[in-house]
């Protein structure tokens, strides 16, 4: 099949994002709260700030940043189980927590931040795939509405937010690479990967796994290709949100 | 102090409600899916639906209807830890799903549904005093549109969807009977009570807690009618969204 | 169906309470110790102390109460599960903790209790309807003599106890108003309400659902005198077990 | 120190027990419910019976019986937090459950039960030392009237109930055997045993721990006559019970 | 059935141990490291040292020991489910965990160890019955080497070490009393018991049970008499492990 | 600092794997149970099989294959507490659970398998870096024995087993790209990547982090080449131990 032959659902070209919205100030309590969406999926990614730091960074003089991903019962297709009633969080959760985690404080400098510590929740409302890279994506946003907070406040010594990051997938579908793969690309992609990376295009995060296929290094460069150039767009998003 | 001279923070009178929105369609997976907002509480109402029933009502030819309750961690002031960290569903949570549960099942005809099972997800986005009152408002409207895409299926057997159920709270502030308490009175009235009521006036639920006073059967039947008054403006705007 | 014609199954009026007995010093470890029976109801109400208060009253000046109910697996007709087993506390269990405590909050001013802490353990030991408010009931006697002991050892500054608190069960059962559930009539009642009053006949809380049907004012109108009348009893049975 | 000089701060003899009292028929709704107390030990031992065995035992013919023991939170001189509440059991009781089930399982003849369950559960109200060999020999009274229950209902093939089966513990204290030790002597002893005992005489299980000191063989055999001669006396006590 | 038509199907004498192997220094981290053989029973048996105690130990000037016993999932003929991923520890697991920490506090002083914790791990990486056994044998030598590190990192106050302690199981097969069974004995003997012994013989546990037969006082000698032929043996073994 | 000048701490050339071992029939239980060594890490990896299928694969045709990692206590230089004992699955050990499983259902052709279940369970003995890429090559080994044993027995009706699968770490070390990182370089290292690899060099997985500092394409680039020269050593590695 050649690639005038091949269409995505949803009309796209191969290397083309969803639309993507970043609404700041989605709601009011953390000192940031953003709603991000790309296309159908929709997480809700806030920035909660507590004076202290976690045992093992005390007396250290510097902050720290942590991240917990979720998924309402509901966002999906078929409804989940909610993790809180099951007693029991999902390896899957645990993982893209960590993932959100390691790339946000990319973002961060930790040592400017003084002993605070950013709290990310990032609450997927609605799922089409993508979900853990829209997470990343917005929550750089919140975290710089919650840097800018405690900056007012006075509390934080330095300039701890650095340049944006932003995060989306690739996959291989019907042996062509796509950009930004809703849940019905996602759940039949030959292989699928997620790509972390700062506004000068370097890598802060690279997920790729051969689900049904193995890959092979042209394929992994192709790939990477495209995941810079929806990485880039992302953060022109990102920068324009927070100047709007 | 006499009425004229007590005035609330946000200007209202005494029995007046705080602004309601009621928004249909919020999420596009789940079968039915409300955002409801009483001032500045949101909450996401989501009804999906399974086919078959719990082992306890296994081949008695009716359907069921059960509710969970969560916050977002961010929803609060203070961020409060996410409960599937902890490993534990607090009690309060626990208190509230069942309520809700209860409250609905009070809208719904099971012995028209078919062993079919609504689940109602409420989940808190932003908490400002009377979650509960606006999960359960939120939910019905929900429950009707969940119960409406049955129908179309052609998988229920009867008219499973009964008259409104809508929910308020009432306290009573430095001695005066308010209706729909935000978190700044709901945490300091003397007496806090949620009554659930359906369109014909008749109560489904009253839990009445004498939080830092107990109160007599005077002020029973002010907070009463109070609540009356708001139930059924409530329920008025539940008609007006299910119309629109 | 008139009055005339409405018989219990155990014969009582329906304004009755079933026997009602208060053992006092029921086991030794505890400061208070009370085996509290209405009918066939059997709940082992404990009151321990521990000097000190809870994180979030330290430094204070103020003392705390806090209750926890359980059932013990063979207290019902059929055997149920250990909850410590199952590794989960059911959500029935924690709401009537709850409830207990708030309860016997309103009975003792903890302003006058120093900075000591009282534990109120209810277990049931027979199930027949009623347990929380028997539980209530009797957790006030327990609670007067931890009370009593924690002044003769001189820990406590002022008067704590304050006038009893106690709790009854009523409901609507074939259309007619009952004092004092046992299984049979709970199990089946329409409406079911749960009332905790003071001496003066305060209401501490109103808890009432129409578990089968709503209900109106006229009914709860009812419902509140019959229980009036209960509380009354019992509080008198409290104060004839605290003289004895 | 010569026996003589030694006493007991109860008074009693060496190889004496102390009183010991089982009350059958304590509650209503298990099959089988014993209050048995040794001194200030007490214990509630229940029988429930359920139809059906656990997966291992299906289709055997045989049926089966299980245990478990619990303390509650106010049983002990110092209030314990709640098994439940803290989301773990502990190893001791844990251990314990095991203990009586397998002492039980000498007293009953599987094959003879059909495939029937018996659930044995033992709640120490009042723990004052010997709170295990206190459930096993109370447990053996329940049993066996719930055996009783089961025939009369007919769904017992054979004769399932054994001869009786006793525990008691024996502990060397100031270089002393002690026969059914206290909390006061339990906590101090150099050596604590439990030893369960069929009317014959026959081992069922022997527990012994040098907790302070080791014991030779000598020591052993002092330990295991005073056991022999506490178990005679309990399985006495037992079937004057069962007789009354 | 005679002794002399009674074979053990390993071909072993009835008094006779496995062939017993002690590898010190099996992994490098832990400050010891021991590798126990019985038979094809593998026990990796580890002490680790960490400055300070518990919390009820504080400020006693004496040191602790506690020990955790666990199986590898694919230990056993069936592999088991892991115990983290259950959720929930095995009954059987606290029990061998709790009777290895009790037989090597038999082999510590510990008012000679200052305020240092000493942490056994006994993981059975293969079992063929007495696995228990093997831990505490194996978890001596462990000991003894992480108590010479201690004192050469000059923490250690006095001379903590004691006489080793040796374990053992003694059973009853076809009627003849067995030493050290492996599982093909151990899952149909009539009588199973475990011996911890120290070096002049003296008992620091005894756990006998009847699981298929009771048993009486002159097997009960025989038992032992095995059981301290063996503990001698595995005694010399564990001097020959310290000394190689 | 050119690469003449680097030196790493154990003398191995930047672009040289630690000494690898493999160690087939490690222990007899499992059908398949491998010792693998990277310098000083070892992992236990063994397979075992059942019949039957999860519920998702139930009536499939085909087989199944999951994987789950756990460090022991004592495997690092601290001890860190026992998951099963804290109740809760670390999320780094999720993780590393689900990429040993989805690395070796790249190695499995399910199809070809039959409705059984292959369990790999990776346990590390010892733990010095590369913990998760030992256990992936040394799986591949276990797995490989365990199809030969379902082969053997008949219950497998194809071939399953596909060519090897290894992984290897690689890392930036003061800005030098490195293979097979020990845990003193894995943790200061600028930049974290492992790669999971098929024999023709195809990748399964890449997984690579910028824990301080951001890779670029380059970097990248080298690490692969350098990882594919690790993998093709590891194949030939597990390849010679199942001739062997």
Redesign the interface.
Same mark, same amino acid.
């Given at each position: 099949m050649t690639n005038s032959e091949f269409t995505r659902a949803d009309g796209r070209a191969t290397d083309q994002l969803r639309s993507v919205r970043i609404t700041r100030g989605f709601?009011?309590?953390?000192a940031g709260?953003v709603l991000v969406e790309f296309g159908?999926t929709?997480v809700?990614c806030?920035a909660?700030v507590?004076e202290g730091v976690p045992r093992f960074k005390r007396d250290s003089g510097e902050g720290w940043l942590t991240a917990?991903y979720?998924m309402?019962?509901?966002?999906?297709?078929e409804?989940m189980p909610?993790?809180?009633?099951r007693?029991?969080?999902? %390896?899957?959760?645990? =993982?893209i927590? !960590?993932l959100v985690g390691?790339s946000l404080r990319?973002a961060v400098d930790l040592s400017q931040l003084g002993e605070n510590t950013i709290?990310l929740?990032c609450?997927v409302?609605?799922?089409d795939g993508g979900t853990r890279t829209a997470a990343i994506t917005g929550a750089y946003v919140a975290l710089a509405d919650a840097i800018a907070v405690l900056k007012k406040r006075g509390v934080v010594p330095g300039e701890p937010l650095r340049a944006p990051v932003a995060a989306v997938s690739v996959g291989v579908i019907d042996g062509h690479v796509c950009l930004d793969l809703p849940y019905e690309e996602d759940s039949r992609a030959e292989v699928d990967?997620n790509v972390v990376m700062?506004e000068?295009?370097?890598?802060?995060?690279?997920?790729?796994? %051969?689900?049904h296929a =193995?890959?092979? !290094?042209d394929q992994?460069n192709e790939l990477?290709d495209v995941a810079t150039k929806g990485c880039k767009e992302l953060i022109a998003a990102q920068k324009a949100a927070l100047e709007g």
């Open positions: 709601t009011s309590n953390p709260s159908n929709r809700m806030t909660s507590e917990e979720s309402l019962p509901a966002a999906t297709h409804r909610r993790e809180s009633m007693g029991k969080v999902k %390896g899957r959760t645990h =993982e927590s !960590r390691r990319a709290q929740d609450d409302l609605q799922a990967m700062t000068e295009g370097r890598f802060v995060e690279i997920q790729g796994t %051969g689900e =193995e890959f092979d !290094r992994l990477l």
